[in-house]
C-alpha cells in the first residue's frame, strides 16, 4: 500500500522558517518526480515547487528565492525548506507523487497545514 505523509508544519511567525517533509512507502521513489502543491484558505490548490528524479526543479514565482525543494532517494523522502515565510503563505501543503513511466499511478498525501502569523 502507498503512503505519502506529510509532516514538519505549524505556526511560525512572519520571516520565520519551517521544513517540510514528505516520507513515501510503497512505491520505487527514484522513479516519480515529486511536487508540493499549497491551498490557502478559501482558494484554489496551487504549484509550490517540484524536483524531478534527477533533482532538477521548479518554483512558484510567489516562493523563488524563498523555498528549496530537494529529495534524498536513499531516504524516500521529499523537502521543502521554506524561509522568509509571509502571511500569505498560509495554507494546507500536500505533497504529489508523480510516476515518470505509463502505467504507474499517481498519489497524494494527506496534508499538513503551515500557518504564519504573529
Known amino acids: 500500500q502507498v503512503h505519502l505523509v506529510e509532516s514538519g508544519g505549524g505556526l511560525v511567525q512572519p520571516g520565520g522558517s519551517l521544513r517540510l517533509s514528505c516520507a513515501a512507502s510503497?512505491?520505487?521513489?527514484?522513479?516519480?518526480?515529486m511536487t508540493w502543491y499549497r491551498q490557502p484558505p478559501g482558494k484554489e490548490r496551487e504549484l509550490v515547487a517540484s524536483?524531478?528524479?534527477?533533482?532538477?526543479?521548479n518554483y512558484a514565482d510567489s516562493v523563488k528565492g524563498r523555498f528549496t525543494i530537494s529529495r534524498d532517494n536513499a531516504k524516500n523522502t521529499a523537502y521543502l525548506q521554506m524561509s522568509t515565510l509571509k502571511p500569505e503563505d498560509t495554507a494546507v501543503y500536500y505533497c504529489?507523487?508523480?510516476?515518470?513511466?505509463?502505467?504507474?499511478?499517481?498519489?497524494w498525501g494527506q496534508g499538513t497545514q503551515v500557518t504564519v502569523s504573529s
Open positions: 504529489y507523487a508523480n510516476p515518470n513511466f505509463r502505467g504507474l499511478s499517481d498519489y
Open positions: 524536483i524531478t528524479s534527477d533533482s532538477s526543479t
Open positions: 510503497g512505491i520505487h521513489f527514484s522513479w516519480y518526480a
